[in-house]
């Protein structure tokens, strides 16, 4: 039997603000919902349906290339059609950032924290192996999952890079992603040892990181370019707090509104402890596990106007 984790009192008191727990809590500890990404490089959607039907596909209501899973399937990445990169197992709240951001064939593209690639070859595919993505991870052991995830779903318009992403300087990318380092709380149904490491001071530690790099990545994006900032985690600071710092930070930083059809989303944080977010920030995209049966996810879409 499910051996289910005790919420801290704090944990419970804080997120009662922000949303219905009881109905938080009942879908963050649910089994998690087995989903895959077609990998349109390898194969097209509908000889996937046709080859794989022993997978069980229901498709995903937000992206033509995504599928939930029997439930049933065990070692998905141990069956013909991952090994030979026919599909890549992937949350389908995670498949949301890529897909916001629209990378197309000739755009020259960073992913800021690329490893173990879910985004990156979703990109590539997205891009036809055109272009050029950078993917940069600043963990070593990390960018071995990447570097095998890339071989495996054909991937050819990419090429890696190992070092902290503050570090970038004087680049101009069309677009880039910043599937930002995060507490994960919108991941308690894959992660539940979360539920006991979450901390008010880690959510500090983890802003203050957080604001470095969206400030680096905003600096290193042409003017008219697309930065997508996205993240697991349900905390407003690291959320809308930290899309707040950027607007607040530069001028030529604009949000667009993020729709997305079939998806269930819930409203953006504007205040939280007394904080108040810049009003722009209603534009970005928050979403609880009870909205859609998925993990918690946030992402904003923000342009360089000038």
Request: with cysteine.
């Amino acid at each position: 039997m499910k051996k289910i984790p005790e919420f801290k009192s704090e944990f419970i008191d804080r997120y009662s603000k922000l949303t219905d727990f009881k109905k938080f809590k009942e879908y963050s500890l649910k089994d998690k919902r087995k989903s895959v990404r077609v990998n349109s490089l390898k194969i097209s959607v509908e000889d996937f349906k046709k080859k794989h039907k022993e997978l069980g596909l229901k498709q995903i209501s937000w992206i033509k290339e995504g599928f939930f899973v029997d439930s049933s399937k065990i070692g998905l990445g141990n069956f013909l059609g991952h090994s030979i990169g026919h599909f890549y197992v992937q949350e389908a709240s995670s498949m949301l950032p890529a897909l916001i951001l629209d990378p197309r064939e000739n755009d020259f593209v960073l992913d800021m924290a690329a490893a173990p690639g879910s985004k990156t070859t979703q990109m590539a595919a997205l891009m036809k192996n055109k272009g050029l993505i950078v993917a940069n991870d600043n963990n070593y052991n990390r960018l071995k999952a990447l570097t095998m995830n890339l071989q495996r779903c054909g991937v050819t318009n990419t090429i890696i890079s190992l070092m902290e992403g503050r570090f970038f300087s004087k680049f101009s990318f069309d677009k880039i992603l910043l599937d930002g380092p995060c507490s994960g709380t919108g991941t308690f149904r894959k992660s539940p040892n979360l539920i006991q490491e979450w901390n008010a001071n880690m959510i500090k530690r983890t802003c203050g990181i957080q604001r470095q790099l969206i400030k680096t990545a905003y600096n290193n994006l042409k003017v008219g370019g697309t930065l997508v900032y996205s993240t697991c985690t349900l905390e407003p600071g690291e959320n809308e707090g930290v899309v707040s710092y950027l607007l607040e930070e530069f001028d030529s930083a604009k949000l667009e509104k993020i729709n997305v059809s079939g998806l269930k989303s819930s409203p953006p944080v504007l205040e939280f402890e007394g904080k108040e977010f810049n009003f722009e920030v209603s534009k970005c995209l928050r979403i609880w596990p009870q909205d859609n049966d998925t993990d918690g996810f946030f992402v904003a879409k923000i342009k360089k106007v000038f």
